[in-house]
């Protein structure tokens, strides 16, 4: 099975740096994947790793390291709106592809 | 609508009742899941399925139903609700190599 593990909460200011990781524990997955959810909102995805590695999109950086089993999202230029809960996620390489996700990390962003 | 929706958005329901929670997504994706949120416990898979007829258990399966004879519809059934089923779902798809799930809006049950 999976088990992916993130700290509960970050808090940082606007315009600053921040890294949320994610450790897991997991036989075997195709990519980790982040997504971002607001209060009262649905979870939307943000970015996908399959490789070792940094994926850059805009603000935000995703790096994996399948030797450590350990991954991180990297959000920089804080804005209140990235104020959020952000979730990493793996696919099982099963044919169901089971997509399972971390307990998530709640981002609060202050002036 | 192009997408995928969830309905009720709203449901209060008494303890012993039977209760359907409806999926519906128009892109023909293959996969589909359904997930509980709860307060410190994230997203918890209950079942997911690869295709019409193809469904399994997640992390959370008991007192949970699923079918799925269409391909665009993804019902989840609570045979008798609970009150520790009183909890947010979220049915979410993706097609056949997509990296990305799309989510829908989430129902906000309350078993009572």
């Known amino acids: 099975g999976q088990s992916l593990e993130q700290p509960s909460e970050v808090t940082a200011v606007e315009g600053a740096i921040v890294q949320m990781n994610c450790t897991y524990q997991?036989?075997?997955?195709?990519?980790l994947s982040w997504y971002q959810q607001h209060d009262g909102g649905a979870p939307t995805f943000l970015s996908y790793?399959?490789?070792?590695g940094l994926e850059e999109t805009g603000r935000f950086s995703s790096f994996l390291s399948r030797s450590d089993s350990y991954g991180y999202l990297l959000l920089q230029e804080l804005q209140m709106k990235d104020s959020a809960s952000y979730f990493c996620a793996v696919r099982d390489q099963t044919g169901f592809q089971k997509l399972v996700f971390g307990t998530g990390t709640r981002l609060l962003v202050s002036p | 609508d192009a997408g995928i929706t969830q309905s009720p958005r709203y449901k209060i329901t008494e303890t012993g009742r039977q209760v359907t929670l409806m999926c519906h997504q128009t892109?023909?994706?293959?996969?589909m899941f359904w997930y509980r949120q709860d307060l410190g416990h994230g997203l918890r898979l209950i079942y997911y399925?690869?295709?019409?007829?193809?469904?399994d258990k997640g992390e959370v399966p008991d007192g949970y139903v699923v079918s799925r004879s269409k391909t665009e519809n993804f019902p989840l059934t609570l045979e008798s609700a609970t009150r520790s089923q009183t909890s947010v779902y979220f049915c979410?798809?993706?097609?056949?190599?997509?990296?990305?799930?799309?989510f829908g809006q989430g129902t906000r049950l309350t078993v009572v």
């Open positions: 997991t036989s075997g997955f195709y990519g």
């Open positions: 979410a798809s993706n097609g056949r190599g997509q990296t990305e799930a799309f």
């Open positions: 790793n399959a490789l070792d």
């Open positions: 892109w023909s994706h293959s996969y």
């Open positions: 399925s690869a295709a019409a007829d193809i469904t």
